[in-house]
């Protein structure tokens, strides 16, 4: 039985299968396997970030922006990830997906800025999860 996007979801409904999820566009897919290749490099990863318009764009735009001070206009895309670097490519490639995906969606289905409060919480409480553990457990240990 599908589940309409009204629907309340429990854990137990994505682990039976009863929900369909979205699968990484091809994009995202052919750059993890670029970066998991050691004899691919960064000349290999722009030939495919390349191919989509809107990455390349956002991608120029983000290593140009404040946050990265680079002197100078980096304008092409193998340039942008040398800078950037391998690790952040692969969330910069899943951040675009994932925002693409998303955007057309209506508010009325999904309330983006509860969507993204939301995830931005569960990412630091994912994030922070194990030192939580750790000190809970250290704790124990010396009582």
Known sequence: MPLSPSSFC???????GEIDL???PEIFIRISQALDDPLKN????????????S???????V?????FGFPATVKTIDHAISII????????????SVVEKFSS?????????????????TALFA?????????????????
Not at 46 to 52: G, K, P, R, T, V
Not at 128 to 143: D, Y
């Open 22 to 24: 979205c699968s990484p």
């Open 10 to 16: 429990t854990i137990n409904d994505f682990l039976s």
């Open 85 to 96: 670097g391998t690790k952040e490519i692969r969330l910069l490639v899943m951040t675009t």
């Open 63 to 67: 290593v140009n922006s404040a946050f």
């Open 127 to 143: 994030k922070f999860l194990p030192t939580i553990i750790l000190k809970n457990v250290n704790s124990h240990l010396f009582l």
């Open 105 to 121: 969606l209506p508010n009325s289905i999904l309330d983006m800025r509860e969507f993204w409060m939301h995830s931005l919480k």
């Open 55 to 61: 990455l390349s764009a956002r991608m120029l735009k």
């Open 42 to 53: 960064a000349n290999d990863m722009a030939l495919i970030i390349e191919q989509d318009p």
